[in-house]
């Protein structure tokens, strides 16, 4: 398979993200015991950056905490993506481990992802079933196990993704809860628009948390614009990073019964007071305004089918 200087470019954006991840961890913003495993040393990054990851991180896990509170255990978590991001082992040292983890990026990726899982006993052992010999089978450059599957695949080709979620037994019997951090922008709005589409029609029963850059139509949004195109993201990609509201309207119209969307300013402000204290103890930030801003241009939309996953919402 031949990738693209675009593809290059859009697969770096991966190692960037654990980077900064890393780089937030090692300052104490959250804890994440695995995340070292897949970026070996890293630069410090500039405090606006590692609260943006921060605030980023943590919205995820108000969101997959809500959803699992609703649904337990007996669910499906399908990550699209999925970049090194470590949240299946993250959720295997709680009473939080789901039946199904499904992990969706490039293969190039997920063959490094593999690599890196192959080679650490403590990431390995997460995969392999306690108590039984649990089986790990990597096939052309596909990992599967009982109850987690790495693969390879493009998610601008539907026919792809169909058949790597049916080999990863993923059902519409069970809830399911699909992650986007920061990957749908890097598709064509027409390829994205069916993926949504697709994954609306083909669980009747989840939520889906889209974390990506919003506002793009002012100078700043202008400026992320052009950084986006450098690193892969065609141009029209980034077309639908409209307001949130618009964000949110776009999902139901995609099959989605609910959406709703914040900018992470407004998430920001929804955590703890002790929390964002803490948080703000860390580190002297040089530039509020710059925070703000990207803060502003980066939202979070969630939407849901189905009754039990209606009240999804913020500090929920
Ligand atoms: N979701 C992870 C996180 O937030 O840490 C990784 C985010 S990284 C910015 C974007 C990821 O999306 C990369 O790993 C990239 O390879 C993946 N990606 C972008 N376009 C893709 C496509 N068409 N098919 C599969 N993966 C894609």
């Not at 293969?107 to 052992?125: A, D, F, G, Y």
């Not at 052309?140 to 026919?159: A, F, K, P, V």
Request: with cysteine; charged share 25%; proline share 3%.
């Amino acid at each position: 398979i031949s990738w693209s200087a675009e593809d290059e470019a859009i697969i770096a954006t991966n190692t960037d993200a654990t980077e900064c991840k890393r780089c937030a961890v090692e300052l104490g913003y959250w804890k994440d015991e695995y995340i070292s495993y897949f970026a070996k040393h890293v630069d410090r990054k500039a405090p606006e950056i590692n609260r943006g990851y921060y605030a980023r991180v943590k919205a995820m896990e108000m969101f997959i905490h809500q959803f699992l509170e609703r649904c337990g255990t007996k669910c499906q978590i399908i990550n699209l993506g999925c970049g090194f991001d470590t949240l299946y082992w993250r959720l295997k040292d709680t009473t939080q481990a789901v039946s199904n983890f499904i992990e969706l990026d490039f293969p190039s990726v997920t063959s490094k992802k593999c690599h890196i899982i192959k080679r650490n006993k403590q990431l390995l052992e997460k995969i392999c079933k306690e108590g039984i010999n649990g089986e790990v089978v990597i096939r052309s450059g596909d990992l599967h196990s009982d109850g987690y599957h790495l693969l390879g695949c493009d998610l601008r080709c539907l026919e792809e993704v169909r058949r790597k979620l049916q080999a990863a037994g993923a059902t519409a019997e069970a809830p399911a809860l699909l992650l986007a951090e920061c990957v749908l922008v890097y598709l064509r709005p027409e390829a994205a628009l069916a993926l949504l589409r697709h994954l609306a029609a083909a669980f009747p029963r989840c939520v889906l948390l889209l974390y990506e850059q919003c506002n793009l139509s002012d100078r700043f949004g202008e400026v992320m614009l052009r950084n986006l195109s450098a690193r892969g993201c065609p141009l029209a990609g980034a077309e639908h990073c409209r307001e949130p509201a618009a964000q949110a309207e776009r999902l139901v119209s995609l099959g989605f019964d609910a959406a709703r969307s914040w900018d992470m300013e407004t998430v920001w402000r929804s955590f703890p007071e002790d929390e964002r204290s803490r948080v703000d103890a860390l580190e002297m930030l040089d530039e509020r305004e710059l925070l703000l801003q990207l803060n502003t241009h980066y939202a979070l939309t969630v939407a849901t089918r189905g009754e039990l996953f209606a009240d999804l919402d913020l500090a929920g």
